[in-house]
């Protein structure tokens, strides 16, 4: 099973399964898992816990690896890499944003944005720059010297969303990303990645709420390891 047909696809999994060894217990979390993200889609990723949604976000993050099968991130081949290149593709290529956020404290809303640049052997010249612009994008322009601890939730994930966009990369995973926000806020941030959806960005979201599932352009549905149910266009309510 298969997204839409495309030459070459922003991220690709071929017969991916993921085996944990938890004493003598053995779970598989993703068993022969196939699909392609086609450029500019707007995936939801939906399914109970244990499902199989995390595994399948880390390993599309290069987080985790495979046990079997093949993941190609614009058709770069991750099994073949060492930790050191899977790094260095999971920078260039993959923006993550995540329910907690994962802002450095200790840093301002600038420095935060580019944190992803500080892990290239030659951060550009003209990060600050970008990142002044990204803030702006989000609505930050006047919080630019704010650090996490004094900002709200919802500026907090803008700011992870910029950091998310900050190498232009092929493929945005979004975790939960409006769960520790309110409904309000909520709202806020999917009318975010709706307008990053419209600009072509790839998107992939993985959550539980259906209301938030519907945001999104197409629902992947998973149950133990495995494609539940694929549905494209605004019928995903449905």
């Not at 495979?66 to 050191?84: F, H, I």
């Not at 919080?143 to 992870?160: F, K, T």
């Not at 409904?183 to 806020?188: P, R």
């Amino acid at each position: 099973m298969s997204g839409r047909d495309s030459a070459e696809p922003v991220a690709e999994l071929e017969e991916v399964s993921r085996v944990y060894h938890l004493g003598e217990n053995v779970v598989t979390a993703l068993d022969r898992f196939s699909f392609r993200f086609e450029q500019g889609e707007y995936w939801a990723v939906m399914g109970s816990s244990g499902s199989g949604k995390s595994t399948l976000l880390n390993i599309l993050g290069c987080i985790d690896r495979p046990s079997s099968g093949s993941y190609r991130v614009r058709g770069e081949e991750s099994a073949a890499m060492d930790d050191d290149a899977l790094s260095d593709l999971r920078s260039r290529e993959i923006g993550f944003v995540f329910q907690s956020y994962n802002l450095i404290p200790q840093l301002d809303v600038l420095e935060n944005i580019m944190v992803p640049l500080f892990y290239q052997d030659e951060p550009p010249a003209d990060g600050p720059l970008r990142a002044r612009h990204l803030a702006e994008r989000v609505g930050l322009a006047e919080r630019l010297d704010h650090r996490p601890p004094e900002l709200s939730g919802g500026q907090q994930q803008r700011v992870a969303i910029a950091r998310a966009l900050i190498n232009d990369p092929a493929l945005i995973l979004a975790d939960e990303a409006t769960g520790n926000l309110d409904s309000a806020t909520a709202v806020e941030i999917l009318d975010l990645f709706d307008e990053l959806h419209a600009e072509g960005k790839t998107i992939l979201l993985v959550t539980h709420e259906p209301a938030v599932g519907e945001r999104a352009e197409s629902v992947l549905r998973l149950t133990d390891g495995h494609i539940a149910e694929v549905v494209h266009g605004r019928e995903v309510g449905a």
